[in-house]
């Protein structure tokens, strides 16, 4: 019985260690949600589905690009939870740049 169990902790360990390898492989995907479409923003991110994705990009146009990751919790059915699991899969281009370029300049004198 010994021998089942040490086989079976060593099957054990190679599945985690395979899950893990295959995680760090998707999370070097990223989208850009302020260009991206629904379908891709569903294929990158963790936990949005089509309907989220869809809730992402009809937020976004009707409320301008988004300048912060946290403004994502904005959206319906997704809370910070979900934006922190997707932290590095998010990148803020597209329309964030042109809007902290705008927001630096009003503040200059």
Known sequence: MHPLVKTTAIALQSMVLAALFAGSALAADTVDIN???????????????????????AHREANGPY???EQLAKVKGIGLKTVEKNRDRIQLGGGAKAGAKSASGASAP
């Open 35 to 57: 260009t991206a479409d629904a379908q891709t923003i569903d294929r990158v991110l963790v936990n949005i589905g089509p309907s989220k994705a869809e809730a992402i990009v």
């Open 67 to 69: 300048k912060s990751l």
